[in-house]
Every structure is written in structure tokens, then in C-alpha cells.
């Protein structure tokens, strides 16, 4: 059974670009979360895909935006590419029911010049 | 606002001995709280959770303890081996909502 997956491994952008990362959730999940973590920190919620409608959204702005696909992989984007914005970009997932336990993929990172 | 703080940035332990590992949180309306262990370059890897009905969870070598009345949650690792050195994470929601993490506590196991 795959875990969670995202693309790519490492990114390098430089400001001012956009970005789109991307996640497969696990084998019967449906409900994908963004996190960003930046060096040294814990990981900062971004928002949470339920049935490809943003559920729930963190404090970050609009140049952050997602979407849920019917297969329920999903994509961050980052528009406007700040040099705050490198980070480790984790995805998680878990089944809508029970509201279990969030499980992580590997993470993209992302470098901002 | 809620947060979830832990108290040591870093922890250093023999090989051999018990590690405790604490976690303090501000949101009475957390209902569930998880523990995470992340090594370096990778993301964050599920140890054991617990939700708020319940004062006590064990695992494979991992006990969490969650104090309500202060708002305290301990991971204890019995036995630490070199494998367990990582930076671990205490997060908490109510369920079925976000994870707000702490900042994390590197352990480091000296042999």
C-alpha cells in the first residue's frame, strides 16, 4: 500500500514565478491538507481539501491556492514567488471518516532565489 | 489564539535509558493530539496519538500521557536506541480539523 506521495523532491524558483506542487494521497483517503514548515519550525497549516472544495484555510494569502482533483490527488500553487516562501511543503491525508490520523508524504522543497 | 509549545528545543539521552519528551497546549478545545517524529530531509512519520477522553496510550516502546487539567502531553520512548534520534512534534486539533504543531524537540542519543 503506497503512502502519501507528492512531486517533485526539490525545486528551485525565483521570485516573482509560480509554482504548482503535487500529492497523492494514501489508498483510501479522501481529505488532503497543505502544510508549509519552514528550516527549523513546525509545520504551518496552509488548508485542507474535502470533496474538491477547500474545507478549511490557514493564515496565508491568496497567492496560495489549491485544488482537489475527483481522484482526490490535489495540487498546491504559489503565485508571486516571495524568497519567505522556501520551505519544506508537506502534504497529508487521511479518510473523512473516521477522522483519523493525518499521514505525511515525504515533502517538496521548495528554494526561492 | 491556540498553540502547542514544547518545552526543550533539543534532548540528549544515553542509549539505553527512557526518554521523556513534553508538550504543553493552550487550546482547551483540543480533542485530540498526535505525536510526530521527522529525521532529516523527510516529513513528518505518525508515532501514536490520543484523544482527550482517555489519559494514557501505549505502543511499541512509546507511551503518551495527556494531562487535561494542565494541558500537558509527555511522549516517552523506553529504551532509546540510536534510531530514535530524529526532531519530534506535538501537534493538536479538534478532530477532524487542523494540526497546530509546536516547534519540535531534536533528540539526540549518545552511545
Known amino acids: 500500500d503506497a503512502g502519501v506521495t507528492q512531486s517533485p523532491t526539490h525545486l528551485i524558483k525565483t521570485r516573482g514565478q509560480q509554482v504548482t506542487l503535487r500529492c497523492s494521497p494514501k489508498?483510501?483517503?479522501?481529505?488532503v491538507s497543505w502544510y508549509q514548515q519552514a528550516l527549523g519550525q513546525g509545520p504551518q497549516f496552509i488548508f485542507q481539501?474535502?470533496?474538491?472544495?477547500?474545507?478549511q484555510r490557514g493564515n496565508f494569502p491568496d497567492r496560495f491556492s489549491g485544488h482537489q482533483f475527483p481522484n482526490y490527488s490535489s495540487e498546491l500553487n504559489v503565485n508571486a514567488l516571495l524568497l519567505g516562501d522556501s520551505a519544506l511543503y508537506l502534504c497529508?491525508?487521511?479518510?473523512?471518516?473516521?477522522?483519523?490520523?493525518?499521514?505525511f508524504g515525504p515533502g517538496t522543497r521548495l528554494t526561492v532565489l | 489564539g491556540e498553540s502547542v509549545g514544547l518545552h526543550l528545543p533539543t534532548l540528549s539521552v544515553q542509549e539505553g535509558d527512557n526518554s521523556i519528551i513534553n508538550c504543553a497546549y493552550s487550546?482547551?478545545?483540543?480533542?485530540?493530539f498526535i505525536w510526530y517524529k521527522q529525521e532529516s530531509g523527510k516529513g513528518p512519520q505518525f508515532i501514536i496519538d490520543?484523544?482527550?477522553?482517555?489519559d494514557k496510550r501505549q505502543g511499541q516502546r512509546v507511551t503518551v500521557l495527556l494531562n487535561k487539567t494542565v494541558k500537558h502531553l509527555s511522549l516517552q520512548i523506553a529504551a532509546t536506541q540510536p534510531g530514535d534520534s530524529a526532531v519530534y512534534f506535538c501537534?493538536?486539533?479538534?478532530?477532524?480539523?487542523?494540526?497546530?504543531f509546536g516547534q519540535g524537540t531534536r533528540l539526540t542519543i549518545n552511545p
Open positions: 497529508a491525508s487521511r479518510p473523512d471518516y473516521p477522522p483519523d490520523t493525518q499521514y
Open positions: 489508498s483510501g483517503h479522501d481529505t
Open positions: 481539501y474535502y470533496e474538491e472544495e477547500e474545507r
Open positions: 487550546n482547551s478545545a483540543s480533542d485530540y
Open positions: 490520543i484523544r482527550s477522553n482517555m
Open positions: 501537534a493538536g486539533s479538534r478532530v477532524a480539523q487542523k494540526l497546530v
